[in-house]
């Protein structure tokens, strides 16, 4: 395996024995013995293939045995495996009829970043999002029991996702209603247990073996007669289990515990799996991991070797080095930093995107003040209003994508309570290769409905530092949307001074048209308006409105056109419609935003292009309105 990043395979591996499988029913006729050279040459053909389109990395080089033992132990797509998130799955679609397609991974009519479901029958459920795997995966034995059906169901969760209610959610109501399912913790951290060898091996071999299990129920029934001796028998068995084996929480919670075991011993892997499939209730196995297993790199920098950028071909001549511009994560990573040090009343918070948003720097110089609470936005949410209510100002980075996960606590903890709490919203607007699973299309819409909320769109770097001081200093909850990757290249003032809050202003003045821009698509909202000869507003506010600045356009120009990067139903569009209508005002508008569909992943600027949101689109849609008012 290479060793370096730069050692990464530049032509195709010889598979010759990958290259037979093109369905799980081909990968079950080979015998276990082959299944190690198989592992070898799928690691081999992830390693060339995301070396040559991006994408996520270490977490598919994790599961390498894991995807093909459950592929070879359970009959799919006839019995339902269920990946949660989705990060990992790279190893299933090569396996599942799809390792020609690889190359088209993450690019525009090409194979999706996660597991859809119109992409393959292998695809039992979509997913992007974390820890949904177990709650759909018994909602699918729920529905297998009731079709009398004997398929059996499979969930894969990392140690990460567990860390979300809704997984613990599932947990108990599985047992509850006694589904017949199987849930397997990816366990890539070591953060549950490191208990794996001789020893735990053994145990799995009998705690899952068909025998154990018959004579444990037999137990039960001919012990609960005699109710103390059964207590007696169960606390033993708790007890004896709960010295060998981390399992003791998910046994209170109803589930048959097995584990840990080595993820990356094949003949283990399918010997447990095998006994665990013929066993009745709910299951749980846990497996150890490692992330990137394979190259070494990645396994020495898990998260650095998260995903990765595609390796472009060495140029033949040297290239004069770009300018380099912050990303407007970075934009808030700084400015978070100096808020901190001007203002000991900020604690900054994450569900778990310390990297992603940028907070590293702060969680090195602030530690007592920086909290990541791990894959859990409700309780994110909440807890920032719980240090609101005691005087604090926290600050909550997350993605637009995930706030979504959080809209109740963000109504009722934050919002009904007019609490003092910013939201630094990241990846707003469409995302790219991710796909409509990661973009932010629907922030604007379901922030401005809320009555306290102040709601800003930056335009450049420099708005979105002075947007994230106004909302710090805003007595009430406050967002700042802002996407990802870099911006127009804006020089950013050092100083902490906040905006006037709802006032926007004009960047462009010019005749007939007026675009009404929210947001980072200002930049083709100018370049679109030079060919129109059209006025530009930078509105800046979608709560409040600018509404003297609305008046005043629409006083002075023949057509109005608003754009964001946000959907067209319920954005900030919608809100300068809803505001002309309100004065009574009867002019013509148009909105250009996203569209009333999910926008397929592609490259951001595809993305954009599809929508008519770039700088052709722009001008293509105003030209075109014009025309049907008699005005071209």
């Known amino acids: 395996m290479p060793s370096t990043f730069h050692d990464m395979p530049r032509s195709r591996p010889s598979t010759p024995l990958l290259d037979r499988i093109d369905d799980t029913a081909q990968l079950r006729q080979l015998d276990e013995a082959q299944l190690a050279t198989l592992a070898d040459e799928l690691r081999a053909y992830l390693l ?12 598919g080089l994790g599961v390498i045995e894991l995807t093909i033992a459950l592929h070879y132990v359970y009959q799919t797509p ?4 269920l990946w949660d998130v989705g990060h990992q799955a790279y190893p299933h679609k090569i396996l599942t009829g799809r390792r020609e397609q690889m190359l088209s991974l993450r690019q525009k009519n090409g194979l999706a970043a996660f597991p859809r479901r119109s992409e393959s029958p292998y695809d039992t459920f979509g997913v992007g999002h974390s820890s949904t795997s177990i709650s759909a995966g018994l909602g699918m034995a729920i529905a297998a029991r009731l079709q009398g059906s004997d398929r059996r169901t499979v969930a894969v969760i990392g140690d990460g996702a567990l860390t979300a209610g809704m997984a613990f959610e599932a947990l108990n109501h599985a047992a509850d209603v006694d589904a017949d399912m199987l849930v397997v913790l990816n366990d890539n951290d070591m953060s549950i247990s490191d208990n794996v060898g001789g020893l735990s091996n053994y145990l799995t071999k009998i705690l899952s073996s068909s025998t154990y299990s018959h004579l444990r129920e037999n137990s039960k029934k001919v012990l609960s007669k005699i109710p103390r001796a059964w207590e007696l028998a169960r606390r033993t068995e708790e007890h004896a289990k709960g010295m060998l084996v981390p399992g003791t929480l998910f046994e209170e919670l109803g589930w048959n515990y097995i584990g840990p075991i080595d993820g990356h011993d094949l003949p283990m892997l399918v010997s447990t799996l095998r ?9 749980f196995l846990h497996v150890i991991t490692r992330k990137g297993k394979g190259f070494a790199p990645a396994e020495a920098d898990p998260i650095g070797y998260h995903a990765i950028t595609k390796i472009e071909p060495k140029p033949d001549q040297l290239q004069a080095p770009k300018a380099v511009r912050l990303k407007f994560s970075n934009v808030f990573g700084q400015w978070l930093c100096d808020m901190a040090e001007h203002d000991p009343r900020l604690l900054g918070i994450t569900p778990a995107m310390r990297e992603g948003s940028d907070l590293v720097a ?4 602030f530690p007592q003040r920086y909290f990541d609470v791990a894959i859990a936005e409700q309780h994110a949410v909440t807890l920032a209003a719980g240090m609101a209510c005691e005087g604090a100002k926290p600050v909550v980075a997350i993605y637009s994508t995930f706030l979504q996960r959080a809209y109740d606590q963000l109504i009722h903890d934050v919002d009904v309570q007019n609490l003092d709490v910013l939201f630094a919203i990241d990846r707003a607007g469409l995302v790219g290769e991710d796909g409509p699973t990661h973009a932010g299309s629907f922030d604007l819409s379901y922030l401005r409905c809320l009555p306290n909320m102040l709601v800003m769109t930056p335009a450049d770097e420099n708005e979105t530092r002075q947007m994230l001081t106004t909302g710090f200093l805003h007595n009430g909850p406050a967002a700042v949307r802002y996407p990802r990757g870099t911006g127009p290249g804006t020089p950013i003032e050092p100083t902490l001074e906040p905006l006037p809050i709802g006032k926007g202003l004009i960047s462009r003045q010019g005749q007939r048209v007026a675009i009404l821009c929210f947001g980072t698509l200002h930049a083709n909202a100018l370049k679109a308006a030079e060919a129109l000869d059209a006025t530009v507003a930078n509105m800046r506010f979608v709560k409040p409105l600018d ?6 356009l629409a006083a002075s120009h023949s057509l109005l056109v608003t754009l964001e990067e946000n959907a067209v139903m319920g954005g900030a569009g919608s809100a300068v419609n809803e505001w002309l209508q309100a004065q009574g005002i009867n002019l013509p508008v148009l909105n250009l935003g996203l569209p009333d569909l999910y926008v397929e992943h592609a490259r951001p600027e595809e993305m954009l292009a599809e929508c008519g949101l770039d700088v052709a689109g722009i001008e293509r849609a105003i030209r075109a309105r014009l025309a049907s008012l008699g005005d071209a």
Do not use: C, I, Y
């Open 362 to 365: 702060f969680s090195q110089r």
């Open 547 to 552: 509404g003297e600045l609305v008046g005043q």
């Open 48 to 59: 060339w293939s995301v070396s040559q389109t991006g994408g996520h990395f270490g977490a």
């Open 275 to 283: 006994n665990m499939r013929e066993l009745k209730g709910p299951q």
């Open 78 to 81: 006839h019995d339902r495996l």
